[in-house]
């Protein structure tokens, strides 16, 4: 066989897998299986050497990118299998195994050498010469080392000794070196292997690797240089440290060269932590090694409320709860105590002093905290909020919105948007999401809306009103911006332009390399890096050139084409808030503010001081204050490797119930191809997770599409059981199973996966389902034709008969500050507070048509407050705004009991002609205005 074909055999690719660790681990519980039949004697044993020799050969090239089992135990268990050695094999395959999917690994050195090793041991138990242990090793925390340079086998075995020997009883944590030696290689190590948290990238290195990853082009695309083959091997140093820094942000990289140091370090920036010399002084490397996880393993205040309840106290201040003290003498409510245990009720305390911080003035541990954090979500601040997400948007609102400000914002935002308008007194022009009828959810804001809507605000001379974007990202149901795309293009619109990006439900995304170039901090941050660029400003001088005759006043020749903003002028503006504790480690309420605003520090800082301490409480939780600081310390450690597994279990999810035979006949997954329309898909993908394309497409559709659909949310089409997706949520799902999911829609219902998400959840969850559907197959087996009927009708009502998704109509205008141009800013703050006077306002019946023969005699019904039906859990009418014919039907046809504003005893609250009238006088203005 000729060199090259032995070496395509060699390349194994692993395309096809999202995570690759759990392809790893279940290989090795199928490795584990079949070596344990040969030892029971299996008829078939030559077919299973076979097997076990081909997955063998699977497991080989993916190894060397872990620490353990090391590939002198790959070499090993193929010598077993190769002499017939099967009990050696099984035990030795079991032991690895269990260590795998237990973590014990972590916490013990297993002696795969030793024949006595079983699956027992790795498990827990302690065999004499299995395992070489202390109390304080097992305390500690273990990580993996990517070191890469080309070394021989015997080179790197002497290496991970010397590693092993600078090791200290008093250090905090323990590591394992990982060697590679090419840049692909690392790439691959860092993208698969979550436990690395350090690379020390030498000099000398190969620039391909065997392994045949397909993602890593993507990388290599984005590297330094476009055309890596042609730099010179003294760059690959550099080049590979800035490319790690892409993938995982958070790891500590650390360069070793032959050339100056002095040179190299000045050209690398913030990307590696430190620059040695060639090999010098290795227990310098260790410390700092061992010192850039304490910097992230470090919780400020967690550690300081952890102290302060260790301390004597004498409490002569507020909260009698305080130190417990209220609960351990009571005779009634000692119960309480027991449940939750006393450290809680020891760290509750009113106290800002004693090592402790206030959250409205931070100066200690807090303030560290907030720092900590804005550098792991790659934000210029971070604020700690503990009431909430709501309450972050008001803030954010309130700090940078005055009265008539005009915001441009997306109508199906959270309500909590909406009362920020209210309160800041803006003029708000909402913008309509495209509308997904068939499954009554609404997507999200067309870029070409959003530009049109600008583009008419200047030719009406009000873009210096116009002040801020506001856009949920992801929405409820998924939908993604492109939103490095929208800033840039609306940049280039309005230079100063301030943008706000809800994260609420996307505060993971930082920390998975696909998701992460679409969020709010990773946006401001590429944008700012760019606009510095020389590149860019070519860019932009041929754009110039491009449209130098175009007439500007012709909104319609810029609409469908890419605009530019003048670096010269531009500033990146960028606010995000998070609702941490939904997506991420933190108590209930726990949320985050991130700032990445180049005009902050000259405009925003004193005002956004005000706001905060406007909505925070005097009295904020200390223990959400302490997880949103641990959450933090997660994320930065391990947030890689729980993100890639929430994904994971959402790909699991989805294709069992793609291919469940029962499932698919009454239950359909909605993949990207449903719930986005073709024209805002540029990759043309209809489906992530279609065997035809494969994962790695991800990463492409990411990368292009106007929109894309986050993985983790699956909404489950559940028209064809003839139960609506409120029923299904309440009577089906939760009444008999337990199992909880957060929103519905007309016919579907809505699972997230997050970090916490197991295997077992999901396979709870399939379980359920297949249930459910065999008792449905049962029902209409038993049906009579007349109830068969009655079923069809109810499946036909959810699946077909819905109700149209309205647009938002119009403000009145008696809320409007100006009748002149096409754009219909309306104030909600005047109509808001218009209907606190009772004599203003009315109410029409919608039962017996009274609104709509109201509307057909000409009359303009106005609401007076907020409407919000639960589902699609958005106002559908704000107050000021004109109810349309198909508000109306729509809220007609619904069939929901929770419609939050509405009294269907009494009718529509709506402001009364004289109220609209007197209001219009008020202003100055006339009926016919």
């Known amino acids: 066989m000729a060199k090259s074909q032995r070496t395509e055999q060699k390349r194994k690719s692993l395309s096809h897998y999202y995570n690759a660790s759990q392809y790893r681990i279940d290989t090795w519980n199928r490795l584990k299986s079949i070596a344990r039949q040969l030892v029971n004697g299996s008829p078939k044993a030559k077919e299973h050497r076979k097997t076990i020799r081909k997955l063998i050969a699977y ?124 840049l692909d290689d690392a790439l691959i190590a860092v993208s698969l292997n979550h436990s690395i948290q350090s690379v020390i990238i030498k000099y000398g290195f190969d620039l391909h690797s065997d392994n045949d990853l397909p993602m890593i082009k993507t990388y290599l695309e984005q590297a330094k240089h476009a055309d890596i083959d042609t730099v010179d091997s003294s760059e690959y140093g550099p080049i590979l440290a800035d490319t790690i820094a892409k993938i995982r942000p958070e790891l500590d990289l650390f360069l070793v060269t032959d050339r100056s140091v002095e040179e190299v370090a000045g050209t690398i920036g913030n990307t590696c932590r430190r620059v040695f010399y060639n090999t010098e002084d290795y227990f310098e490397q260790h410390l700092n090694i061992l010192r850039g996880i304490q910097d992230r393993y470090q919780t400020p205040f967690f550690t300081a409320l952890k102290e302060y309840s260790t301390k004597p106290t004498g409490v002569f201040h507020a909260l009698p709860i305080s130190r417990g003290k209220s609960i351990l003498k009571s005779h009634w409510i000692k119960d309480m105590g027991e449940f939750y245990g006393l450290n809680i009720f020891l760290a509750e305390t009113s106290s800002t002093s004693g090592g402790l911080d206030s959250l409205l003035e931070p100066q200690g541990p807090i303030k560290e905290a907030q720092d900590l954090t804005a550098r792991a979500f790659g934000s210029k601040q971070t604020f700690f909020a503990t009431n909430g997400t709501s309450t972050c948007n008001k803030i954010v609102v309130q700090a940078l919105i005055r009265p008539d400000d005009i915001v441009l914002i997306d109508r199906d935002c959270h309500k909590s948007h909406h009362y920020g308008m209210v309160l800041s007194g803006a003029n708000v022009v909402y913008l309509d999401s495209y509308p997904l009828s068939e499954y009554s959810m609404y997507g999200a804001v067309p870029l070409r809306s959003i530009k049109e809507a600008l583009l008419k605000l200047k030719g009406e001379g009000k873009l210096h009103r116009v002040k801020m974007l506001l856009l949920t990202n992801c929405t409820f149901d998924g939908i993604v911006y492109n939103v490095q795309r929208v800033m840039e293009e609306c940049l280039a619109i309005k230079p100063d332009l301030v943008f706000l990006w809800d994260e609420a439900w996307f505060g993971f995304a930082r920390f998975g390399p696909t998701y992460r170039q679409r969020t709010a901090m990773h ?253 449905l197959e049962q029902e209409l087996e038993d049906m009579s034709p007349a109830e068969r009927k009655v079923h069809d009708k109810k499946v036909k009502s959810i699946v077909e008969d819905l109700p149209p998704l309205p647009d938002f109509s119009r403000f009145h205008d008696a809320f409007r500050k100006s009748l002149d141009g096409k754009v219909a800013e309306g104030d909600s703050r005047s109509a808001f507070f218009l209907a606190y006077d009772a004599e203003n306002c009315e109410y029409l019946s919608l039962e017996d048509n009274e609104i709509g023969k109201a509307m057909a005699s000409g009359r303009d019904v106005v609401s007076a407050s907020f409407i919000i039906p639960y589902p699609p859990g958005f106002p559908i009418l704000v107050p000021g705004q004109v109810a349309s014919p198909e508000i109306i039907e729509f809220l007609t046809k619904l069939d929901v009991t929770e419609i939050h504003g509405y009294r269907p005893e009494l009718g529509l609250r709506v402001f009364t002609e004289a109220a609209l009238q007197e209001r219009i006088k008020s202003k100055g203005r006339n009926t016919d205005g």
């Open 523 to 775: 946006s401001a941050n590429t944008l700012r890096e760019r606009y510095k660029s020389d590149e860019y400003r070519v860019e932009y001088e041929a754009y110039k050139q491009e449209t130098a005759d175009l007439d500007p006043d012709n909104i319609d020749v810029w609409l469908d084409r890419r605009l530019y903003p003048d670096p010269d002028t531009v500033a990146v503006r960028t606010y995000a808030t998070q609702s941490t504790h939904k997506t991420l480690t933190a108590l209930r309420q726990g949320s985050m503010i991130h700032i990445n605003d180049q005009l902050y520090k000259t405009r925003v800082e004193e005002s956004f001081h005000e706001a905060f301490m406007t909505h925070t409480s005097t009295s904020p939780n200390y223990q959400i204050i302490a997880s949103l600081d641990v959450g933090r310390r997660q994320v930065e450690l391990e947030g890689f490797e729980l993100v890639q597994k929430q994904v994971e279990m959402a790909m699991v999810l989805r294709q069992s119930i793609m291919t469940q035979p029962l499932l698919k006949k009454y239950f359909r997954v909605l993949t990207v191809g449903d719930m986005v329309p073709k024209q805002y898909r540029q990759s043309g993908i209809e489906s992530y997770y279609d065997p035809d394309h494969g994962w790695q497409d991800i990463w492409k559709a990411w990368e292009s599409d106007e929109f894309c659909l986050d993985a983790t949310r699956v909404t489950l089409f559940v028209g064809a059981t003839g139960r609506d997706g409120e029923t299904f949520k309440n009577e089906v799902l939760m009444d008999k199973y337990g199992i909880q999911v957060n929103k519905t829609s007309r016919n579907s219902v809505l699972f997230m996966t997050n970090i916490g998400t197991t295997r077992s959840s999901v396979a709870y969850l399939i379980e359920v389902l297949v249930k459910i559907a065999r008792e």
């Open 59 to 182: 497991l080989h090239p993916i190894e060397v990118y872990w620490a353990f089992p090391g590939q002198q135990l790959m070499i090993q268990i193929a010598r077993d299998e190769e002499v017939g050695d099967f009990e050696a094999l099984s035990r030795r395959v079991a032991c690895v195994t269990s260590a795998l999917m237990s973590g014990e690994y972590r916490r013990k050195h297993i002696n795969l050498a030793d024949p006595r090793i079983t699956e027992t041991d790795a498990e827990g138990a302690t065999e004499s010469g299995t395992f070489f242990e202390t109390d304080r090793v097992r305390r500690r925390h273990y990580f993996e080392v990517l070191i890469v340079d080309k070394l021989t086998p015997g080179q790197m075995e002497a290496q991970r000794t010397a590693l092993a020997n600078l090791r200290r009883d008093e250090d905090k944590f323990t590591y394992s070196p990982v060697f590679v030696s090419s």
